[in-house]
């Protein structure tokens, strides 16, 4: 089973940009959808991004056009690079997966987000 580590979070101007590293203590593979969720205090956990075993990938409307999100399955790792930061980016950023084939799950630690104006 897998099991995720986030880092790069931290504190950073509007208009900056920050990348967010998920590191798998297995590997991920092209058959595992990953995924970056985050949570704004007194808010639900949404998702921001995605990408599935083909490549596909997908962000909610919040965040189109300023974040990305990649995978290298030879280094088990996903990244979520944040550009044009708000201030309504800030909140704990979690990564996520799950095997198509298994179908377990895993969802990392967390890391802190916040974006000064």
């Known amino acids: 089973q897998v099991q995720l580590v986030e880092s790069g979070g931290g504190l950073v101007q509007a208009g900056g940009s920050l990348r967010l590293t998920c590191v798998a203590s297995?590997?991920?593979?092209?058959?595992?959808?990953m995924a970056w969720y985050r949570q704004a205090p007194g808010k639900q956990r949404e998702l921001v991004a995605q990408?599935?075993?083909?490549?596909?990938?997908d962000y909610t409307d919040s965040v189109k056009g300023r974040f990305t999100i990649s995978r290298d399955n030879a280094k088990n790792t996903v990244t979520l690079q944040m550009n044009s930061l708000k201030p309504e980016d800030t909140a704990v950023y979690y990564c996520?997966?799950?095997?198509?084939?298994?179908?377990?799950?895993?969802w990392g630690q967390g890391t802190q987000v916040t974006v000064s104006s």
């Open positions: 990408i599935t075993t083909s490549g596909s990938t």
């Open positions: 996520y997966s799950v095997s198509d084939i298994t179908r377990l799950s895993s």
């Open positions: 297995g590997s991920i593979s092209s058959r595992h959808f």
